[in-house]
Nanobody, 125 residues
Framework: QVQLVESGGGLVQAGGSLRLSCTASGSIFSINVMGWYRQAPGKQRELVAAITSGGSTDTADSVKGRFTISRDNAKNTVYLQMNSLKPEDTAVYYC???????????????????WGQGTQVTVSS
């Protein structure tokens, strides 16, 4: 019904940059919040950054000043620009979207959570 497809992960040296992209497709009326989460081995999944349809953002303290989230509403796409990467940023990064499938869901504030398949980011020291 809805797919989130991520791209842009990879291997980079400490201090380098990567840009992640995530595009939602399928039965979508509107997307409220889109965000990026990450999960390192042996750790819980954590929120990295999130952005509303109006452009309001929130970023985890651990990446503030280094990572920037942005969004293209016309393309149902969210981006995560990651600069000054550190080895501790190594994780699988997941895209999340809160999606309303109908106008009724939208006006009643009902949304469904969808996740991407994850993309590996590895930062070498």
């Amino acid at each position: 019904q809805v797919q989130l497809v991520e791209s842009g992960g990879g291997l980079v040296q400490a201090g380098g940059s990567l840009r992640l992209s995530c595009t939602a497709s399928g039965s979508i009326f509107s997307i409220n919040v889109m965000g990026w989460y990450r999960q390192a081995p042996g750790k819980q999944r954590e929120l990295v950054a999130a952005i509303t349809s109006g452009g309001s953002t929130d970023t985890a303290d651990s990446v503030k000043g280094r990572f920037t989230i942005s969004r293209d509403n016309a393309k149902n796409t969210v981006y995560l620009q990651m600069n000054s990467l550190k080895p501790e940023d190594t994780a699988v990064y997941y895209c999340n979207a809160q999606i309303a499938h109908t106008i009724t869901q939208r006006v009643t504030g009902k949304a469904y959570d969808y996740w991407g398949q994850g993309t590996q980011v590895t930062v070498s020291s």
